[in-house]
């Protein structure tokens, strides 16, 4: 009943430059990816509200290269309004409750034609998690077996290190949202620099 998310969000989607401006100029458009390790699933990924951020990503992919990732020249943003349509948003119980039975049941299958489930993998230099491969995999399954496919997934990501010493927050913390349905983004938009004549809001 609550699975339509109302109104706009605004989106943030680190990029090569000349990505960006063909984007912007109606020369081109965001491809959905499919790599078996991304977080949330197949399709277009954005950064909630955080610019910086995805402006950070895209340096990050200019500096360290990886494989099934676009190469970055000169590191842009590309800003997006979004509707997230009908969401696996998984900043809600009764999706977590859904995505947990989907594993299970993604579990039972596998076990039953003898094969092994992937796994989550920590990153080069890091404790994250950052190869999803078993997230990527159910998130998918779930929705092969939806009623109705989800437009959009939202999440919520513990990422980098303390902030402090015995801090619960950290400094790469982030809601993503990635899109499945090109259709929930309504236009596209080059985020503006701040006028500091003016208060910040």
């Not at 954005?46 to 676009?70: C, S």
């Not at 109705?148 to 997934?153: G, K, W």
């Amino acid at each position: 009943m609550y699975s339509t998310r109302p109104g706009y969000i605004i989106g943030f989607h680190g990029c090569d430059e000349s990505v960006r401006d063909n984007v912007l100029l109606g020369k081109d458009d965001l491809k959905l990816i499919e790599n078996k390790y991304d977080w949330l699933g197949n399709g277009i990924y954005f950064w909630e509200n955080n610019l910086q951020r995805a402006f950070d990503f895209a340096k990050e992919l200019k500096n360290n290269p990886r494989p099934g990732k676009p190469i970055i020249k000169k590191p842009a943003v590309l800003g997006a309004i979004i509707n997230l349509g009908i969401c696996l948003d998984l900043l809600d119980s009764a999706y977590l409750d859904i995505l947990k039975d989907r594993h299970k049941a993604l579990e039972n299958s596998a076990k039953q034609i003898n094969i092994t489930l992937p796994t989550n993998k920590t990153g080069k230099g890091t404790n994250d998690l950052m190869l999803r491969d078993l997230d990527c995999l159910v998130i998918e399954y779930l929705n092969k077996h939806a009623s109705v496919p989800f437009d959009s997934v939202r999440g919520v990501f513990i990422e980098g290190n303390n902030l402090y010493p015995t801090s619960g927050f950290y400094e790469k913390n982030h809601i993503q949202i990635c899109i499945r349905n090109p259709n929930c983004i309504k236009g596209y938009f080059l985020p503006r620099n701040l006028n500091s004549s003016f208060r910040k809001i």
